[in-house]
């Protein structure tokens, strides 16, 4: 009888045990609340990309932060940091970055990741991104690549314009008419240059197409390799060779800021237009091309606006990107050296619904802290609509990817919403400008005939050309 009442009270026992252990403290299963909202980013603050993160995100960033230092977000004002990671231009190292920062926005201390800084390392990021249920917010960085894979990388959004979307088609336009206004009758002939990588092959690939439909000849191309000091030197030759009309570098600042000494030394040929980019794109660009003369004059890059293409870019640049004094004795109009002029308008239109997601997707969890649900923040940005520098902005997903015989999209084939579990694109029809060109020491956006009126075959109802194409022998 003992025994038996032993354990009855034995069982009794373990059974409250087991009823007050499930009744214990839960863990959290989610980031923890911060006092403050973190974005973070693989930077390459040094290497061969320094020279687009120094001059791309970190000003932007910078200018954004100044203007914008906190959210309100459930009644609750949370200040906004920024938080770089270092890669030393490494991929291996922005892929460790990139596992530190999606542990960190699982732990809740970030809660926004920007992507990296080149095109490579982007793509190799949204991959983790996806896997990991992390948005990642695209800033340098864009290609054609991306639209057979974009239902991969569903958790991606892309805000920079790339060749296609819709650089290149724009600049066949604007060249051939140029030319047929110069010559008429003659076919004009592209000496190309290009990065030996993914990016140089699209930009090759996508002006191969977008030239021959607009009868531009390409007397001979040229694969430039990073590190290789005389690859200008190579190009130049091989466009004195082919006599060529146009100067194409579709390569990064590496190359964009060394062509001049190699153009300018080959004094049996000129070119009629030079395009180069990105990295003629920047204000820094030309401070450091003046100090070879006037050598950025005439030089046509990539951009999305400039000051003069609404009152919100005007404010833009010459408010909120307003660059301290520069470098005396220059004697140059417009303090541009800290300025973007293809990508800035569009990374601060995706900083604009960053902060727009957080405000209404965001918590304060009863003022104990800031949290963000990444997946409520994706949907965000595949649904909603944000006015920015470019007016109303959204993102959109082509619905098939451009092909030989298929030179643009109609409004109806760029999708919004972004359909669940693709990834998102910045609309190119928001965009001001494609192409710009320095005209007396500032980057005007230039077209051809005619753009945004209504019988454009592109219909880019956006565009806004500030001044008429300069084309003629320079350098």
Known sequence: MKSKILFISLAVVLALSVGLIGCGPVEPTGPAPSAKIVLVASASTDGPLADVHNNAKAPIVGAYLADSSNITV???????????????????????????????????????????????????????????HVVQMGMEGGATSLFPVLSAYGYSFFNLSFSNWFEIPVLAKILAEAHEAYDPGDTPVAAIGYQNDDHGFEYLAEAEKYFAKEGI??????????????????????????????????????????????????????????????GACFGVYRDNAYGA?????????????????????????NE????????????????????????????????????AAAAAEGSDNDGDGFTIDQDAYRDYLRTEKVDSVFGESYYVTPTYALNATQYSWDDSDLVNPVPEGSAGLLSYKLHHGEIGQWQNGYMEVIGYDDVATGTDEYDLYNYVVTSPYWYAPMW
């Open 217 to 278: 000849s390409i007397g001979d191309t040229h694969a430039m390799v990073p590190g290789h000091g005389a690859a200008c030197d190579e190009l130049v030759a091989k466009a004195k060779a082919c006599d060529a009309d146009i100067l194409c570098l579709f390569g990064y600042p590496e190359f964009v800021f060394g062509i001049h000494a190699s153009a300018i030394a080959e004094t049996a040929w000129q070119p009629k237009a030079a395009v180069l980019g990105p």
């Open 320 to 355: 909120k990107l307003a660059c301290p004094p520069g470098p005396p004795g220059m004697g140059l109009p417009y303090n541009v050296y800290c300025q973007d002029f293809w990508g800035h308008p569009c990374y601060w239109t995706a900083l604009d619904f960053i902060y």
């Open 293 to 317: 003369g006037t050598a950025a004059e005439g030089v046509m890059t990539f951009v999305t606006g400039n000051n003069a293409t609404s009152p919100a870019m005007e404010e833009l640049f």
């Open 74 to 132: 459930g009644g609750t004002l949370f200040p906004v940091e920024m938080k770089y990671y270092p890669d030393g231009s490494s991929m291996a190292t922005m892929q460790e970055n990139t596992d530190a920062m999606i542990d960190e926005i699982k732990a809740g201390t970030a809660h926004f990741l920007l992507g990296p800084s080149c095109t490579a390392f982007l793509e190799a990021q949204a991959t983790k991104c996806a896997t990991a």
